[in-house]
């Protein structure tokens, strides 16, 4: 019965309420998301993205669908199961480069037997990521260990209670308990909070819905996007593997990418107030108008093959 209510709740549930925050609130946490964001960019992993690909991200969203779970908690998921694994492939380097000794004297199967079992169970750690992130949104259904399991068993995977708990558990220490982060989410709805105190009056609402799936698509089409806003960037169809290195932090950059969800979500709605957000992003994050018009620009080409943004 109570699972019945809080799906009855989620549905009827109005989303986020704007202009009902102080501004000494709004500017304090603008403040501290980029903060966050700048340090997350400087010290960002090499293999940063790796486990973002679609089919992954794909999984987790349709899992949180058909779990009910909101909208945050299918990109915390994304981003708790991306830093988790890239630990984990960080322990693998590791015990390659220490048991190098080893392996030379014939004793170098931890390193074999430590990659498999990152493969091994993918599967049951990305479910747990789901558990952990629906237990951060409080007001919506928490995924207890019996619907994990029973999801499982459907794909034919014989794990045990315990071994759920100890899956949870492994992340979490992985994680140092820190899985409370970030997403792109809390930027773009912030910075609607604040064009929302700035004057730019838009209808929130539909702006928010539109943001939305258009945040869900820049996720399941991450590599394309960025592939076009790279080619963009540096003015050439072929980039090199160094150019495409060393545009990994454009890539991890939820700042920019929540000002280009914006602007596109604006240009599609409410075409005639396009360059004038632009203008108050440009102000509020620091992020140059050019830069938020190639990404709209990107995006808008993967969406329906528009160039209209960077002709208008």
Known sequence: MGSQVRAASRCCDPGPIFGEV??????DTLIQLATENEQSLSE???????????????FIFLLSEKWHLDQSA???????????????????????RENVKSCEQG?????????????????????????????????????????ALKFLQSLKYSYTKQELLESELAVLKSLHYQINVSTPLAYVELLLEVLG???????AKPLHQMCMQLLDFSYLTRDTIYDTLLKIAIENSTP??????KFLTV??????????????????????????????????????????????????????????????
């Open 74 to 96: 299918r990109y915390q998921a994304v981003e708790l199961l991306e830093r988790f694994m890239i630990k984990q492939v960080e322990k693998v380097c590791k015990s390659s």
């Open 240 to 245: 090199s593997k160094l150019q495409a290195a």
């Open 107 to 147: 004793q170098g199967s931890s390193w074999s037997s430590l990659k498999d079992q990152i493969y091994d169970t993918f599967v049951l750690r990305l479910v747990s990521c789901v558990q952990l992130a629906s237990k951060l949104s409080l007001h919506y259904n928490i995924v207890n260990s019996d619907t």
């Open 44 to 58: 960002l992993s090499d293999q940063a993205g790796c486990f973002k690909e679609t089919r992954t991200v794909e």
């Open 251 to 312: 890539k991890e950059d939820f700042m920019l990418l929540a000002v280009g969800i914006i602007s596109t979500s604006v240009f599609v709605l409410n075409p005639g107030q396009w360059k004038q957000v632009v203008e108050h992003l440009n102000y509020i994050t620091g992020i140059t108008s050019q830069s938020i018009l190639e990404f709209s620009y990107a995006l808008l080409k993967h969406i329906v093959g528009s160039t209209t943004p960077k002709q208008h």
């Open 22 to 27: 102080a501004p000494e609130i709004i500017e």
């Open 197 to 203: 105190h700035n004057g730019c009056l838009l209808p």
